[in-house]
C-alpha cells in the first residue's frame, strides 16, 4: 500500500502551517511540533533537510526559526517528498527496487496497468503545491 512516511507527514504539516501565515513570519520548530503534537526531534530533523535544500530558509538565535523560502506556490509535493525521503513514493516493490526485487516480473500481469497508475501518481504529485493544501 501507498503510504507516505511520518518524516513526510510531518514535513508537510510544517510547510501547510508556513503557508497559512504571512509571507517572511519565523516559525520555531517547537512550536510547530506542540501545535500538532508531533515528535520536536524528528520534525527539526526534517525542517533542517529542507533547509539545506533551500525549500525553508533558517535563522539562528533566540528568535530564530525557519520561513519559507519560496511561495508555497512553487513548492510541488513531489519535491518535498524527494528532499525528506529522497524517492518517489512507489505503488509497487519492484518500481522501487528493480526488477530483481520481484520473482515474478517477466511474466508479471499487472506490472503494466501499476506502471501507468505509477505515471498518474508521479504526475499529480508533481503537479501539487503546498499552496494547494493550505
Known amino acids: 500500500m501507498l503510504q507516505l512516511s511520518k518524516k513526510v507527514e510531518y514535513g508537510l504539516i510544517a510547510l501547510r502551517h508556513m503557508?497559512?501565515?504571512?509571507?517572511?513570519?519565523?516559525?520555531?520548530?517547537?512550536?510547530?511540533?506542540?501545535?500538532?503534537?508531533?515528535?520536536?526531534?524528528?520534525?527539526?530533523?526534517?525542517?533542517?533537510?529542507?533547509?539545506?535544500?533551500?525549500?525553508?530558509?533558517?535563522?539562528?538565535?533566540?528568535?530564530?526559526?525557519?520561513?519559507?523560502?519560496?511561495?508555497?506556490?512553487?513548492?510541488?509535493?513531489?519535491?518535498?517528498?524527494?528532499?525528506?525521503?529522497?524517492?518517489?513514493?512507489?505503488?509497487?516493490e519492484c518500481y522501487n527496487d528493480g526488477p530483481e526485487s520481484c520473482s515474478i516480473f517477466e511474466n508479471c500481469s499487472i506490472r503494466k496497468p501499476l506502471g501507468k497508475v505509477q505515471r498518474n501518481l508521479n504526475v499529480l504529485f508533481e503537479k501539487m503545491t503546498i499552496q494547494e493544501i493550505v
Do not use: C, W
Open 19 to 92: 503557508a497559512m501565515h504571512p509571507s517572511g513570519q519565523i516559525f520555531n520548530a517547537k512550536e510547530i511540533a506542540k501545535i500538532y503534537d508531533i515528535p520536536y526531534e524528528l520534525l527539526a530533523k526534517v525542517l533542517q533537510k529542507l533547509a539545506r535544500a533551500g525549500t525553508v530558509s533558517s535563522t539562528q538565535g533566540v528568535k530564530g526559526g525557519y520561513m519559507l523560502a519560496k511561495k508555497a506556490s512553487e513548492l510541488p509535493i513531489a519535491q518535498i517528498i524527494g528532499i525528506i525521503e529522497n524517492e518517489k513514493p512507489m505503488i509497487a
